[in-house]
């Protein structure tokens, strides 16, 4: 079955770090690149960063530069989403979206894992 | 930063066409993508590059473009078309880098 499994839900305090995973299961993992989307409780959608499986190499939204790390183990079919220095406003909805083509000035997240949600609290 | 600019709420009586806009000054250079997303539930591409859609999409399901505006339409809008849309494309603003941004969101009701 073509699927997304993401990691369980997390809670962490201000300042910690946090790891979702995404296991991609059904297709040939290094033949799409995977990006990260998140969403703040009653809020919209927010684009984090992509990452391309075959390589690793990775592509970040300015506002994360310097706080997430995106990478992918090809061995386990799996890509990683690292948040530091979580903040309150860190609390959402992380998901892991598969990019479905290559075409330039298209970006279609065509596979969704079933989001994993993250709170930040003192 | 760029933004994509949708309407916050669309409604519409069931049976009739529900249109979506979405707005951005740099919509005409790139693609525009939909996704509906129902509540609880993870989102789902609708639409891609501009006005094609995913196998096992209905057709009512259909999107255009014209100039800097993309445009989500629904034909013979059914209650379980509810949900809140989002569009998105490349943010191509920047000369060195390019992001993706979503639309704010547009909740679909239908009355």
């Known amino acids: 079955q073509v699927q997304l499994v993401q990691s369980g839900a997390e809670a962490k305090k201000p300042g910690a770090s946090v790891t979702v995973s995404c296991k991609a299961t059904?297709?040939?993992?290094?033949?799409?690149?995977i990006s990260w989307v998140r969403q703040a409780p009653g809020q919209g959608l927010e684009w984090m960063g992509w990452?391309?499986?075959?390589?690793?190499?990775?592509n970040y939204a300015q506002r994360f530069q310097g706080r997430v790390t995106m990478t992918t183990d090809t061995s386990k079919n799996t890509a990683f989403m690292e948040l530091t220095s979580l903040r309150s406003d860190d609390t959402a909805v992380y998901y892991c979206?598969?990019?479905?083509?290559?075409?330039?000035?298209?970006?279609?997240?065509?596979?969704w894992g079933q989001g994993t949600p993250v709170t930040v609290s003192a | 930063s760029y933004e994509l600019t949708q309407p916050p709420s669309v409604s519409v009586s069931p049976g009739q066409t529900a249109s979506i806009t979405c707005s951005g000054d740099?919509?005409?250079?790139?693609?525009a993508s939909w996704y509906q997303q129902k509540p609880g539930q993870a989102p789902v591409l609708v639409i891609y590059?501009?006005?094609q859609r995913p196998s096992g999409i209905s057709e009512r399901f259909s999107g255009s473009t014209s100039g800097n505006t993309a445009t989500l339409t629904i034909s013979g809008t059914q209650p379980l078309d509810e949900g809140d849309y989002f569009c998105?494309?490349?943010?191509?603003?920047?000369?060195?880098?390019?992001?993706?941004?979503f639309g704010g969101g547009t909740k679909l009701t239908v009355l």
């Open positions: 990452t391309k499986s075959y390589s690793g190499n990775a």
């Open positions: 740099k919509l005409g250079d790139t693609y």
């Open positions: 590059q501009d006005r």
């Open positions: 979206a598969r990019i479905g083509d290559d075409v330039w000035g298209s970006h279609r997240l065509d596979l």
């Open positions: 998105q494309a490349w943010d191509t603003t920047s000369e060195v880098r390019t992001e993706v941004v």
């Open positions: 059904g297709y040939v993992f290094r033949s799409y690149g």
